[in-house]
Each structure stands twice: as C-alpha cells, then as structure tokens.
C-alpha cells in the first residue's frame, strides 16, 4: 500500500482509492494504532485474529463497498467508524473490551450492522456507542453489553436487542423514526439505568424482560401502530408522556406494580387486549398515585373481564353481576342509571295516577328517596318501587363519584 506514514508505532493509511484487501495477514501486534483516512475498500474488510490484541482502529471518510467484520478473541483498544459509507453489511464477534464508536456512517438500504457472539459463547462488549447515523437495521445477539447509547438519528427499520445482559447502562434517545424496536429475553443487571427518550416508534415489542433497575425512563414516547408487552416486569420504571393512544396495545403477564405511570395516554383503554389480573393491577397502580379517574376506567375494564370468570352455576353471582353491568357497566356511564330512574319513577306514577291526584305532585313524591306516601298508600307495590329505585339511584350516585373518586 502506498501513502503511508509511520510514527510511533502508528500507521495511518489516506487517500487511497482501492485498497483490494486489508486482514490479520498485514496486521503486526507492534503497531498500536492503525487510521484509514479517506480510503475505499473495494473487496471484503474481514478482521479474524485469534490472539489477545492492543491496536486500535480508525476509519474516517472511508467507504466499503463490500462487508466490513472484526471477528476477534479479545481487543483492548478503540474501534471508530466516523463518517463511513458502507454498500454491505458490519459485523462485531467478540470480546471488545474498549470502546465501539460509530458516528455519522451511511449504509445502504440492504445492509445492516450485528454484533453477535462466537458460538457457545457469551462474549463481552464493553463501551458501543452509535450516533447521528443512516442505518436500517441493527442487531444485538447474545451478548453482555456494559453501556450501549443509540442516539442522535433520523429513520431506522428495525432495532433487535435479543438474548442481551446489560450490565450497566442502556441509551435510545432523539431518533425521528423506529419502525420495529424489538427487546426479546433480555436482562438488566441490579443498579442499571434503562432510558428512552424522544422517540417515535411504529411497532415495539418489549417480551421476557427481567431487571432489579435503579431506573427505567420512558419519556416522550409516541407508538403508533402496535404495543406488545409479554412478561415484561417494570420495575423502578418511570412513564412520562408515553402516547399509545393510537396503537393496537397487547399486554400478557405483565407487572406495573412497581412503577410510576405519571403520564400514559392509554387511547380507548376499551380495546386494549389482556387479562383481568393486567386491569386490576393498573387499577391498583393508579389508585396508590391518586390517579383515581384511570383507576375507575380500569376498574370497569376488570369487571368487564371478570364475566368471562363467573361461574354458570352460580346464578345469584350471575344476576348481580348482569345487573350492575346493566344499569351503569359497572360506573362507566351515568346517563343511563338516570335515565332509567326518570323513566322507572314516570310509568311508576302513570301507573298509580287517577284522576282525583294531581299528577306533578305524585311525579315529584314517586322520585323523592325518601318520601314515605308511596309505600304507605300503595303498600307491597310501592315498597318495591322504593327498593328498586333505590337501586337505581345507588348506581346513579356510584357513577357520579367514579368519575372524581372511588
């Protein structure tokens, strides 16, 4: 290769329009850094080297035309890609036990960036920092990452962290677009921070996550299109201004118990899909932060639930239960425990109405609670109008104070 320098047992390359081939054959363990400045790679850059390495690695304005990998046992210095071009994809396998940092890089349309383990193996990612980028999809596979940061971006297609520990610290902020954020088997280490910032995301997955976190943060999050929540426990997790009010939501063996839902836009909470244990425990969650408004709603939604649960031989169960849904759906509206009262109180008069009463006057006595002319004068019909108006009315007042208190 020409247009070389050497200094210090460093080696910087620049200005090259085809370097045909670059692998662990032209790598000396002598040289502590090796920089590639403005250079094309036409064919693979593909870095196997089975030995514990100290060389650090730079790659600034640099374009691959073909895949670029480190495939290493251990390195203990940098690897930055800033300002690359890459027509094909990026692969980390590894230990890489400094710092990864990729900032400003293009890729393709077709070309993506893993960073995967070797093969029965759990290796160890200590520092991966990815910023201000174009690229369409990243991977983390099977591996123990210490800090990862992903930030500062437009568009990104899909977004899979499976099978991940992470250790200390986990980063997705300011991307204008997450078409697919998919987190699947992963776990955050005890004393962790977990924070997502400023996103917009189509679809997010969140599924067989554990973690004993410091804290988990979502703020400002918008999803759009679909939220998946499957054993997923948030704990010390901290939700402000989470918009799923547009999205199809699907929530299983989920825990809130332990977190602060401050700012949730649930949408038409109606249509969310989940069981009645996931509807009793936000009720529950909502109730001890004084939202007592949301509690009320998920509270309906868990009777709602609980009907698939009643028992067909318990009758009496049933029949409280088919009436309370009835009269009020168990304090969702208002309107239709008072309406049912002005009506029953009406036809009650209009039965007993003759001719020698005056109708506004028997009108008024037959909807005041506690007037006792109606049971006295009308005897066994009168007192069963009393009790079932006051049925009524206890659904009406329920209603009243669902919508401030429970």
Known sequence: ?????????????????????????????????????????????????????????????????????????????????????????????????????????????????????????????????????????????????????????????????????????????????????????????????????NLIISYLDLENLTQDVKHMLFHNIEITQELILNKVGFNNTYFNDFDISKAVKKIEKTSFINSSLNSIYWGNIFKIEARQDIFRQLKFVYDSQGNHIEANNFYIMEMSKYQNNISSKNISEKVIFLFNNFVSGFGKSWIKPFAIYILLGFFFTLSIYNSDDEFFKLLVNSYNPIDKNIIENYSIYGLLYKIFSGLILYHLIIAFRRQTKR
Do not use: W
């Not at 050497?6 to 085809?18: A, L, Y």
């Not at 000396?28 to 030995?51: A, D, L």
């Not at 691959?64 to 046992?73: A, R, S, T, V, Y």
């Not at 759990?122 to 099977?142: K, M, W």
């Open 1 to 197: 290769m020409s247009n070389k320098d050497f200094k210090e047992n460093i080696i910087t390359i620049k200005d090259i329009d085809d370097i045909s081939e670059f692998n662990s054959n032209f790598y000396s363990k002598e040289v502590t850094k090796y920089e590639f400045i403005n250079c094309t790679f036409k064919k693979e850059f593909i870095f196997e080297y089975n030995q514990n390495i100290k060389t650090e690695f730079i790659f600034r304005k640099c374009t691959f035309e073909k895949e670029f990998e480190f495939n290493i046992l251990n390195i203990n210095a940098d690897i930055v890609l800033d300002k690359t071009i890459h027509y094909n994809r990026i692969i980390f396998k590894g230990n890489f036990n400094n710092k990864i940092y990729i900032n400003n890089i293009v890729m393709n349309n077709i070309s993506n960036i893993e960073f995967l383990s070797h093969p029965d193996k759990v290796n160890t990612y200590e520092d991966i920092r990815l910023l201000n980028s174009t690229i369409r999809e990243l991977s983390f596979n099977g591996i123990n990452i210490n800090n990862l940061n992903i930030c500062d971006m437009k568009n990104i297609n899909e977004l899979n962290i499976c099978g991940v520990i992470i250790d200390s610290k986990l980063e997705v902020f300011n991307i204008d677009l997450i078409e697919n954020l998919k987190l699947f088997n992963i776990n955050f280490s005890e004393g962790s921070k977990i924070l997502f910032e």
